[in-house]
């Protein structure tokens, strides 16, 4: 089934930009989507954006514009650059993989049950 490792996380200005990294460690899928969630504490998780194999993309409405969702295949890599961070960005970022569903639904409906979940990478903005 393989591995999800984030990286990339750490702690920036309000107006900065990261961009975080996903290897995709013996992880592949031939359907389905990749995305990134994440979970602030005392949050539900929520989807951020998601990407399928076709490089068609979805992002939630509080990051349109700046956050870009993009995949390396030859790296195996999936990236998260995200500009212009806002205190209300702050949250423990996830890579996710989920090979029976679209990134559309991934985003509206949530991960399924199979889905494999990285270990997270924590991000925080300050003001």
């Known amino acids: 089934q393989g591995q999800l490792v984030e990286s990339g996380g750490g702690s920036v200005q309000s107006g900065e930009s990261l961009t975080l990294s996903c290897s995709l460690s013996?992880?592949?899928?031939?359907?389905?989507?990749m995305g990134w969630f994440r979970q602030a504490p005392g949050k539900a998780r929520e989807g951020v954006a998601a990407i399928d194999r076709d490089q068609s993309t979805t992002y939630a409405d509080s990051v349109k514009d700046r956050f870009t969702i993009s995949q390396d295949s030859a790296k195996q890599t999936l990236y998260l650059q995200m500009t212009n961070l806002k205190p209300e960005d702050t949250a423990m970022y996830y890579c996710?993989?989920?090979?029976?569903?679209?990134?559309?639904?991934?985003?509206?409906?949530?991960?399924?049950?199979?889905?494999?979940w990285g270990q997270g990478t924590q991000v925080t903005v300050s003001s």
């Open positions: 996710v993989g989920d090979g029976a569903r679209s990134g559309a639904y991934i985003m509206e409906y949530g991960m399924g049950p199979l889905a494999v």
């Open positions: 013996g992880y592949t899928y031939k359907s389905g989507a």
